[in-house]
């Protein structure tokens, strides 16, 4: 490593000493994010909000594509609406930031800042939805919510985050499930397919599911300090809303019944997660399908410096035909100074070239992951960029598999769990007999979670806390 | 017309008669927007939504390629950064909504949710804008913002309403008006070329400019009642907002000076301006370049239904390459009725085939705007469909412009701008020697208000009210 490349990295604390420190160094020095004057509220720069607009896109072709249609609801709910679903109420008001006056006026009734949009988008249901013809609704909007956090961390946890959230009814429990489901598969390739992290995929425990679910689907990923993060959920709300906000039509067979309904969402924390899963000791790294910028061109000018700049001007203009390319022309930075600064920004590919490889015809190919370099023709290159674009993917997706394929382990008693959670093994497969005092014993001895409830797996035989015979597995981690 | 479609029509109220009940009629019998039970607020339905996208995408490409990117900032401003800029607080703390309490928590400053964002957005500029080399920082973001207004109009006046808003700075003055400038002349060509709604183009006189710009640039488009609508704004900030935040880099020449900063917006009230400009008795109109159906296939069973519904889906299959197509093969609806349903949801084209069409391989094309008829070959139907949309694009911003051009007259005295004002004649041209006094006359008198100054308008000989020499030409008219 040159000393100008150490210099650059220095800023940088180390991935595997400082994981946190780490963490929000990337953040920052990548230009992802920054803090803003508000506490507990980021602003998404630039280079950040390209990695949601590229969720958002990705996304929003597949919603569509199932049926969906984009809509928009107010950003306040009032009070008295918030209140309907009992358990819902309960769980969002202490986090609600309230609006009180309007302004000079004192509002007769507080507003909160959306936390979620069920008690605003209920009612607009019962006034749309007479008649099964009128169903299913197959709602979504794209907007940011509100919950008032004291402990903050870029993209993990701040008051204000970005995100979607579908809000589906249907004539019976069935198709809404199915909903639930859609959503899931749609979620889980986002993971694995684009975003390169692999996901366990099941149900929630009724103690970790949405305030006002009958059942929250999820998707829970591992980060490298052995945390898991809850990726997405898909919530299958059944009738309780329905009830709740009075919202039935008039079925087939000539009777009045109440809608099934979920509702759904991913958001901005993704982003955080993708920092983590795959950044390293000099910078980010993101998997080529999510890159807003996938190919960067350094030419290294030497002596016949008009040349050099044609010839990578050229290149640029072939490769932004199949991939999304930067030419870094600017003359204040040396190449090596460049070379950091793009690993550290995480741009899957590297090209540099120099007067020799005009000559030659040839470019030098890095890749970010691993380093490796290689030169490679100009002919053809578009071809070579797009099966390394394709390598580069493969390669994020396949540590982060091996990580978490390493740290999926079981526990027959509670010293193994416990030891498990301590030695920071990853997510811990145990029986459970699904009473409640049971996963109650392990979150207190272990300060870990249950994050999910697979939905293929066999049970265990036994119940680790009570012996009993266990009616579920589930995977329990310390999460963010 | 059948007695089933003056049933249909009849819901919708006369646009010449009653054009406020008209416009509420259309917006929400074509499903546009709905009221919500948050008093001003309103909710943007899917077909409303698929319109704001439209524009969102046409727009987003061009901020793009102009070099702009896109970022977010938090909904919340602190009521100490609101007041830094003296004008700016005054213009907007009247119409604030506030934040007091954090869950169960009295916050210890109180909270704007955001009425527009320069006041934090300039705080994070002070932190990333050392040096020239910073600058021009191009951003813009796509967002909601709050303004507690008393009487509100589906998308004409809500207290919630969408927008982008821009927020550039640069190195000198020159360059941030012509910023405002470009911006200004994309804003111009989504109005006119994409919404087909004509505009004057100028500025504000000091009076009507955004709080806290040294110069508001504005597109002014005239509705049917001959009231003026502002449809886009680009301010020209001067240093005012980089001294109010202290934003500050050092230059080539090596002293400290202050950032020149714009900011510039369109926002979800174009959508009222769209509805009100097009739309007629039968519903509304879309021109083709923003309807989010462009053309509807109805098919007319007879009694060879299988056969006829083949060749409707033939038949979408094939245009869907070159339109959003839309086959309304629904059964519980007859021909008749599907015809109005659409017209009222202002589809440009509709395309009729029944048994007597396939076997002639034909059918009957229906534009929108004139409900003009023709039978045309299915040969090269795609190219047919293709010309009959340009021409009903076309025929939407003729009619527009010839409204506008047929109301702007001139006055040379304050009987004459009276008389028509009062008379509904439209954009009334004055002479104005640019006095405040002058202007509040006028304004007193008509109720009437200065709604741009031409860009490149020679200025008239005398201001109409004191007769001095005018410096400028002045359109009045009343507005929304």
């Known amino acids: 490593m040159t000393t100008e490349a150490q210099a650059f990295v220095k800023e940088i604390p180390s991935k595997a000493e400082s994981f946190a420190d780490w963490y929000t160094a990337v953040c920052l020095k990548a230009e992802l994010?920054?803090?803003?004057?508000?506490?507990?509220?980021?602003?998404?720069?630039?280079?950040?909000?390209?990695?949601?607009?590229?969720?958002?896109?990705?996304?929003?072709?597949?919603?569509?594509?199932t049926g969906h249609v984009t809509a928009y609801f107010p950003l306040f709910v009032p009070e008295s609406l918030l209140q309907k679903e009992a358990e819902h109420v309960e769980g969002f008001a202490p986090q609600v930031a309230w609006v009180t006056h309007g302004g000079d006026e004192e509002l007769s009734e507080r507003l909160a800042v959306r936390p979620t949009s069920e008690a605003i988008i209920m009612p607009m249901y019962a006034k749309w939805i007479q008649s099964y013809r009128d169903l299913p609704v197959l709602l979504l909007q794209w907007n940011s919510v509100v919950r008032w956090e004291k402990s903050t961390r870029l993209f993990l946890r701040t008051a204000e985050f970005l995100w979607h959230e579908g809000h589906t009814a249907h004539v019976t429990s069935d198709e809404a499930d199915q909903e639930c489901r859609t959503i899931l598969e749609i979620y889980r390739q986002l993971l694995e397919d684009v975003l390169a992290i692999p996901v366990l995929v099941g149900k929630k425990p009724p103690s970790e599911r949405f305030a006002g679910a009958d059942n929250t689907y999820t998707l829970e990923a591992l980060m490298p300090d052995s945390q898991a993060i809850q990726a997405g959920t898909s919530h299958f709300l059944g009738q309780r809303f329905a009830r709740a906000f009075n919202?039935?039509?008039?079925?087939?067979?000539?009777?009045?019944?109440?809608?099934?309904?979920?509702?759904?969402?991913?958001?901005?924390?993704?982003?955080?997660?993708?920092?983590?899963?795959?950044?390293?000791?000099?910078?980010?790294?993101?998997?080529?399908?999510?890159?807003?910028?996938?190919?960067?061109?350094?030419?290294?000018?030497?002596?016949?410096?008009?040349?050099?700049?044609?010839?990578?001007?050229?290149?640029?203009?072939?490769?932004?035909?199949?991939?999304?390319v930067r030419l870094d022309d600017r003359d204040e930075y040396t190449p090596g100074w460049k070379f950091n600064d793009w690993e550290m920004r995480g741009v899957p590919i590297r090209l540099e070239i120099g007067p020799r490889d005009v000559a030659a015809r040839q470019t030098v190919l890095v890749k970010r992951p691993d380093g490796s370099k290689a030169t490679v023709s100009l002919d053809g290159i578009e071809q070579?960029?797009?099966?390394?674009?394709?390598?580069?993917?493969?390669?994020?997706?396949?540590?982060?598999?091996?990580?978490?394929?390493?740290?999926?382990?079981?526990?027959?008693?509670?010293?193994?769990?416990?030891?498990?959670?301590?030695?920071?093994?990853?997510?811990?497969?145990?029986?459970?007999?699904?009473?409640?005092?049971?996963?109650?014993?392990?979150?207190?001895?272990?300060?870990?979670?249950?994050?999910?409830?697979?939905?293929?797996?066999?049970?265990?035989?036994?119940?680790?806390?009570c012996g009993r015979p266990a009616t579920a597995t589930v995977y329990y981690a310390r999460a963010y």
């Not at 803090?35 to 602003?43: D, H, K, N």
């Open 33 to 65: 994010a920054d803090y803003s004057p508000i506490r507990g509220c980021m602003v998404i720069r630039p280079y950040g909000y390209a990695l949601w607009e590229g969720i958002q896109r990705w996304l929003d072709e597949r919603f569509k594509a």
């Open 247 to 324: 919202v039935k039509f008039l079925d087939r067979d000539n009777t009045e019944k109440y809608v099934w309904t979920t509702s759904w969402a991913v958001s901005s924390r993704l982003i955080g997660s993708l920092v983590m899963a795959h950044g390293d000791d000099r910078g980010l790294g993101l998997p080529p399908r999510i890159a807003p910028i996938q190919v960067v061109i350094v030419p290294i000018l030497g002596r016949d410096g008009e040349r050099v700049l044609g010839a990578a001007r050229a290149l640029a203009e072939r490769l932004g035909k199949v991939a999304h």
């Open 384 to 465: 070579t960029v797009a099966a390394a674009l394709e390598d580069v993917q493969r390669t994020y997706f396949t540590r982060a598999k091996a990580f978490l394929d390493a740290h999926m382990v079981e526990a027959k008693t509670m010293a193994d769990l416990e030891a498990a959670i301590r030695d920071r093994r990853g997510f811990v497969k145990t029986g459970w007999c699904q009473e409640q005092a049971c996963e109650d014993a392990i979150r207190e001895r272990t300060g870990a979670s249950p994050r999910v409830i697979p939905l293929d797996d066999e049970p265990e035989e036994t119940c680790l806390v």
